[in-house]
């Protein structure tokens, strides 16, 4: 312990304590949390010394999160062969720290990662701004449709139904019943005036009978089918 202390000491007055950062401050990453001593063999100042960096750099290091085994295992590879020196370094120097920080793999391959999206969306972008001249003709062509093409479908069409409307209220139940009595009542009114001609003598009775035979005909024929067609609207 003496010898750890002694050492410890000259190396404080050849080199200063690196500064303490706090975890809201820190700029480790997650991943060289909880890393193992060094398995470098040595003289034990530098075994007790190599723990104390560890503790220190483990202690000044944020709580890690969602840091997979396999990812925590290869920081520790690479930091298990670094000497006192280096870890120290790593430490205090943050240029040095983040030199080591983008070295490694898993660094090295979301960098990659970052890069190729933002090429693609450069080039997707790019695509984009390619196709907004021909966005713009478009829509100045849907303008001229809505204004001028649509306007008269719309016309017709409005017509098309007014058409459709009137020929179903012409032909509705109810405006055939209606017909069918008007058309029963104009052979009605014929008839009777075909009678008075006769009582007139203005028509000889040959003629009288085969006319009002057709006239009474039809409108008899005319009833059923009004009396068949209210019953069937009323059932």
Known sequence: ????????????????????????????????????????????????????????????????????????????????????????KLLADKDAYQQFFLSLDQVKIQNNLREELRRETLQLSRENLEKEPRMVELRNQCRIIRTTELAAAQERLNELERQKEETLKQYSPSSLLHRLQEAMNKTEEESENL???????????????????????????????????KTSSIG
């Not at 008075?196 to 009978?209: H, N, P, S, T």
């Open 1 to 88: 312990m003496s010898m750890f202390k002694f050492w410890g000491s000259q190396e404080e007055q050849t080199q200063p304590r690196p500064e303490v950062v706090t975890s809201s401050q820190s700029w480790y990453p997650p991943s060289v949390v909880n890393s193992p001593t060094s398995s470098r063999p040595g003289t034990p100042s530098s075994t007790s010394s190599s723990s104390l960096s560890y503790q220190r750099l483990t202690e000044k290091a944020p709580s890690p999160s969602h840091v997979s085994p396999a990812e925590a295992a290869g920081v520790i590879a690479v930091l298990k062969d670094k000497s006192v020196d280096e870890l120290r």
């Open 195 to 229: 009678h008075q001609q006769l009582i007139d003598r203005e028509v000889d009775l040959g003629g009288f009978v085969e006319k009002y035979k057709k006239l009474r005909t039809t409108y008899h024929r005319r009833a059923l089918v009004h009396l068949a067609a």
